[in-house]
């Protein structure tokens, strides 16, 4: 298992965070946590993933492993980057032999994905932290140019009002640079809102799961990447 370092916390103890948190230990504002504690949401999103038998999956946070556990009944091949070592313990005792389940401690936002993916082309998945995804996604595309056609598709769950402006048409207010990136690939979709209220803690904002199917080509050339 790949490993960075990071400060070392236990689990609180059992009655207490089964009681606040739902069996799982307490967020780390720091890390942007939120449980998605909704059986139907989680459903829902595993529906939405264009992978069968053996398929690679590439799974960002998957902290309690609610989203894990349904890919798991797919057969997915899953590959999971976990940056808090308090969910990586968690998961290593709930599925100690899990056939097709490789688990890295690490940040995401340091890896390469190819590094982590030993077969492609990969779904990239999960519920992302509010103060990452831009930077995550920013990363995704530089993958997808530098190595066209090991990426499959994208479906993650991020803040409504970030995937209406990934989203938004040109000529809209909200129309960004993330609208331009991703649209060099497909088309992005919000599939899914996700009310607050199916997680714990309850954030300040409503989630929507987006989804793009990426082209094994930029749908536009691209002369020099790093000057566009």
């Known amino acids: 298992m790949d490993t960075i370092p990071e400060e070392s916390s236990s689990l609180a103890s059992p009655i207490g965070y089964v009681r606040k948190h739902g069996g799982l230990p307490a967020t780390k504002q720091s ?3 939120n449980w998605l504690l909704d059986p139907e949401v989680v459903y829902q999103i595993a529906e939405l993933l264009d992978i069968k038998e053996g398929d690679p999956v590439l799974e960002v946070g998957p902290g309690g492993g609610a989203l894990t556990e349904e890919l798991f009944k797919r057969k997915a091949n899953v590959t999971a980057v976990e940056i808090d ?11 100690p032999d899990q056939e097709g389940f490789t ?3 690490a940040d995401i936002l340091q890896t390469d994905y190819l590094d982590l993916m030993k077969e492609t082309p990969f779904t990239l998945v ?5 103060n990452i995804t831009s930077s995550l996604l920013f990363k995704t595309m530089d993958h997808a140019v530098e190595h066209p056609g ?9 803040q409504k009002e970030v995937a209406e402006r990934i989203t938004a048409e040109p000529g809209n207010s909200n129309y960004s640079i993330l609208s331009v990136f ?3 690939w497909g088309v992005p979709e919000i599939v899914l809102n996700v009310p607050r209220e199916s997680f714990k803690p309850m954030p300040n904002v409503d989630s929507a799961v987006l989804k793009l199917d990426i082209a094994s080509t930029p749908k536009y050339p691209l002369a020099h990447w790093p000057t566009f």
Do not use: A, F, S
């Open 150 to 158: 090991t990426l499959k598709q994208i479906v993650v769950m991020l």
């Open 182 to 184: 991703t649209r060099l």
């Open 126 to 130: 999960g519920n992302l932290p509010y």
């Open 103 to 105: 688990l890295h401690h």
């Open 31 to 33: 890390l942007g946590q």
């Open 85 to 95: 070592r308090r969910m990586v313990d968690y998961l290593e005792e709930r599925w």
